[in-house]
């Protein structure tokens, strides 16, 4: 799968997007086709197929009456119910929905259940890593035109995401950073002094891994824009890469022939940063001095 992220409440979320492939296992095994389900939902095998790989919400009847045709016994519909309940709730961020883009609502949904995020930043620190007067400037600077309210809405959804690595099962975060994104003056020296104080913080913590590549790495395969790889804990999550389009919508990679590349790329970019940044904290405090005291 490599589409635009669908828009508005239709964005997938990792618990429908597991519910529907344990759907389609049990279809398969039972060798059911995509007209056997849709004639029993009376739909079309378009709509079973986007049920199927999470694209569209599951009403419960409709779930009951997969359950029913594939023979489910009861037990097992009790965990398919729960399931359907759980992946029809919304998560945290739904009371941010009018700051949140349609294309970067699945983004928040996979950041939130990965085991692991690898990211590639070329411009800007990465967002899990943003203080709040650094994200307040990246992000007027994207909205030049927004009123102060919904700014701050934008910045708040921003900081709430990074609690995500304060949580008990909190993801291993491996990013690179191009040097680029802490030679680029973000709101002005205190900013970028307090900023790169928190990236300093940041090396402390036993989850995050982080690179930064300089200007003196030359050319390299990851040159071009960002990227993040998510591994999930979940066996019906195979591995999924998001790469932005544009300035208004994304693609979610999820085909191997499509990963992997991106998954190579980062590890390859993470050890030339590391040839020529092997002591990041003395880089980051060097360059903190520079910024000024």
């Not at 804990?233 to 990963?259: F, K, N």
């Not at 940063?273 to 520079?290: F, T």
Request: aromatic fraction near 8%.
């Amino acid at each position: 799968m490599s589409s635009p992220l669908p828009s508005g409440q239709s964005a997938p979320t990792v618990l429908r997007i597991v519910l529907g492939r344990r759907l389609r296992e049990l279809r398969e095994e039972r060798r059911l086709g995509l007209s056997d389900a849709a004639r029993v939902l009376d739909v079309n095998q378009l709509t079973v197929r986007r049920l199927e790989s999470g694209q569209v919400g599951f009403k419960l009847p409709y779930v009951r009456a997969l359950l029913d045709l594939y023979e489910v016994s009861a037990a097992e519909t009790g965990e398919f119910t729960a399931l359907t309940e759980q992946a029809n709730r919304p998560g945290w961020w739904h009371s941010f929905r009018e700051a949140l883009p349609d294309w970067f609502r699945a983004y928040v949904s996979l950041e939130t259940s990965a085991q692991v995020l690898r990211v590639y930043e070329p411009h800007y620190v990465t967002g899990l890593l943003q203080t709040r007067e650094y994200a307040r400037a990246v992000i007027r600077a994207g909205f030049p035109d927004a009123p102060e309210e919904a700014l701050e809405q934008r910045v708040d959804l921003r900081l709430r995401r990074q609690n995500l690595l304060d949580s008990p099962d909190a993801p291993a975060l491996w990013v690179v950073m191009e040097e680029t994104a802490l030679l680029r003056e973000v709101g002005g020296h205190r900013v970028m002094r307090g900023q790169i104080g928190r990236l300093i913080e940041a090396l402390d913590h036993p989850r995050i891994t982080l690179r930064v590549l300089p200007f003196a790495a030359g050319a390299h395969s990851g040159a071009g824009s960002h990227f993040t790889y998510f591994r999930f804990q979940e066996p019906e999550l195979q591995d999924i890469v998001y790469t932005e389009v544009g300035l208004t919508s994304a693609l979610y990679h999820d085909q191997r022939r499509e990963v992997v590349p991106h998954l190579e790329t980062h590890t390859r970019v993470s050890q030339l940063a590391a040839k020529y940044i092997p002591d990041v904290r003395s880089y980051l405090r060097g360059l903190r001095e520079e910024y000024g005291e």
